[in-house]
């Protein structure tokens, strides 16, 4: 390594700091003054003898081709609908903003200026979807010694704005499911007593139900990867469950089971060719008429889910058990989600302990002052 002064045609004086990639390739960084030259020159040093140097070529290679070889890298290790999403973002986004810049050429500020733009374009959800991909390919460019920083730094996020989803209770979900007709009851209660996903209802199969146990299996989801309906495992292991049912919906699947003839690994509940049964397909011909039949407007398949859970938490199931019977990963999310049940829950606590405490308040103060 070693520092070299010249002047440029223009009579300028420059500093030339001559370094030695470990690979034995030459590279070479110029500077104005003799100070900022002795300052990266002893950083260089500083670097490498803590093992944090960073090749400075490696970041000169496009975003487009870091990108590229991420994907690919990276694409292995995910779930198929999760590599859609990425591959998604990649080319509608990313791609065609930072694909020519060099990687370590991008900063926080064109990060946040491609963020305000999608904002002014997207829900904040898929902004935030979109930002998570860009983030991830950054975080990665880090940990492989491409770049030192990632840009992806103190950015701000459109805020989420938390709409309450419609709840029903159990004559509501009574009167949909009749709606629905004999083929698609039980997988409205399934949604509405057992809190599925419609992605988990609609992988059941014969064998996932245990009549002897009173038990349904969740080991699969129904996923659409580019417009293709694929079962797959559920996205985390607490996905994976074994619930109990209860008899009544025991019953409930026994009549359909028994009424459509389905037999061992035959899907449940499927299309008209036996294979998943498509969310938009259900929801357009089956759910949203029966919906609007029933009185029920705004309410979602998720909605079900929603308000099996507000039910669990209204009569004093505990956290923990909630997490496990909707397949959560973490409790937080649970107690975020459902915190107007906890309320109701936590105000009837108070009510029985105003009762027991304070139920005949003259007797109670009379036999405490007698003590």
Same mark, same amino acid.
Request: proline share 4%; charged share 25%; aromatic share 8%.
């Given at each position: 390594?070693?520092?070299?002064?010249?002047?440029?045609?223009?009579?300028?004086?420059?500093?030339d700091?001559? +370094?030695?990639?470990?690979?034995?390739?030459?590279?070479?960084?110029?500077?104005?003054?003799?100070?900022e030259?002795?300052?990266?020159?002893?950083?260089?040093? $500083?670097?490498?003898?803590r093992? $944090?140097?960073?090749d400075?070529?490696a970041?000169r290679?496009r975003?487009?081709?870091w990108?590229?070889?991420w994907?690919r890298?990276a694409k *292995?290790r995910?779930r198929?609908r $999760?590599?859609?999403k990425h591959?998604?973002?990649?080319?509608?986004?990313?791609?065609?903003?930072f694909g020519?810049?060099?990687?370590?050429?991008?900063t926080?500020?064109?990060?946040q200026?491609?963020?305000?733009?999608?904002?002014?374009? *997207?829900?904040?959800?898929?902004v935030? !979807?979109?930002?998570?991909t860009l983030?991830?390919c950054?975080r990665d460019a880090?940990?492989?010694?491409?770049?030192g920083?990632s840009?992806?730094?103190?950015i701000? +996020?459109p805020?989420?704005k938390?709409?309450?989803?419609?709840?029903?209770?159990?004559?509501e979900l009574?009167?949909?499911?009749?709606?629905?007709?004999p083929?698609?009851?039980?997988?409205?209660?399934?949604?509405?007593?057992m809190g599925?996903?419609?992605g988990?209802?609609a992988?059941?199969?014969?064998?996932?139900?245990?009549f002897?146990q009173s &038990?349904?299996?969740?080991a699969? &989801?129904?996923?659409?990867?580019?417009?293709?309906l694929?079962i797959?495992?559920?996205? $985390?292991?607490?996905? &994976?469950?074994? #619930?109990?049912?209860?008899d009544?919906? #025991? %019953?409930?699947?026994?009549a359909?089971?028994? +009424?459509?003839?389905?037999?061992?690994?035959?899907?449940?509940?499927a299309?008209a +060719?036996?294979?998943?049964?498509r969310?938009?397909?259900?929801?357009?011909r089956v759910?949203?008429?029966?919906?609007?039949?029933a009185?029920l407007?705004?309410?979602?398949? *998720?909605?079900?889910?929603?308000?099996?859970a507000?039910?669990?938490?209204?009569n004093?199931?505990?956290?923990? !058990?909630v997490q *496990?019977?909707?397949?959560?990963?973490?409790?937080r999310?649970?107690l =975020?989600?459902y915190?107007?049940?906890?309320?109701s829950?936590? =105000?009837?606590?108070?009510?029985v302990?105003s009762?027991?405490?304070w139920? %005949?308040? !003259?007797?109670q103060?009379g036999?405490?002052r007698?003590?």
């Amino acid at each position: 390594m070693s520092i070299e002064k010249r002047i440029t045609s223009g009579g300028k004086v420059r500093y030339d700091v001559r +370094l030695r990639h470990p690979n034995g390739r030459q590279y070479k960084r110029t500077f104005r003054t003799k100070r900022e030259a002795e300052a990266f020159s002893a950083s260089e040093m $500083t670097a490498r003898a803590r093992g $944090t140097w960073i090749d400075p070529q490696a970041g000169r290679m496009r975003f487009a081709d870091w990108a590229d070889e991420w994907f690919r890298s990276a694409k *292995h290790r995910w779930r198929p609908r $999760t590599a859609d999403k990425h591959d998604m973002a990649l080319r509608a986004h990313w791609l065609p903003r930072f694909g020519p810049i060099e990687v370590a050429a991008l900063t926080p500020r064109q990060v946040q200026a491609a963020i305000n733009e999608l904002a002014d374009q *997207h829900s904040a959800s898929s902004v935030r !979807t979109y930002y998570g991909t860009l983030r991830a390919c950054l975080r990665d460019a880090v940990d492989m010694d491409v770049i030192g920083r990632s840009p992806c730094r103190g950015i701000n +996020l459109p805020k989420i704005k938390r709409h309450g989803k419609r709840v029903i209770g159990p004559k509501e979900l009574h009167r949909l499911a009749d709606e629905v007709g004999p083929e698609w009851r039980s997988l409205i209660y399934l949604g509405g007593v057992m809190g599925l996903r419609f992605g988990e209802a609609a992988a059941l199969c014969v064998q996932d139900v245990d009549f002897e146990q009173s &038990t349904v299996a969740i080991a699969r &989801t129904v996923v659409d990867v580019n417009g293709r309906l694929e079962i797959d495992e559920p996205k $985390t292991a607490a996905g &994976t469950r074994t #619930l109990v049912a209860p008899d009544p919906l #025991l %019953d409930e699947l026994r009549a359909h089971i028994e +009424l459509f003839a389905i037999e061992g690994e035959e899907l449940l509940f499927a299309d008209a +060719l036996g294979g998943p049964l498509r969310r938009s397909n259900f929801r357009g011909r089956v759910f949203t008429p029966a919906v609007d039949r029933a009185g029920l407007d705004g309410l979602t398949f *998720h909605g079900l889910r929603h308000s099996a859970a507000t039910q669990w938490v209204a009569n004093g199931v505990d956290a923990r !058990t909630v997490q *496990h019977r909707l397949g959560h990963a973490d409790p937080r999310l649970v107690l =975020r989600l459902y915190a107007h049940a906890w309320t109701s829950a936590d =105000r009837s606590a108070a009510e029985v302990s105003s009762a027991v405490f304070w139920g %005949d308040s !003259t007797s109670q103060a009379g036999e405490t002052r007698r003590a």
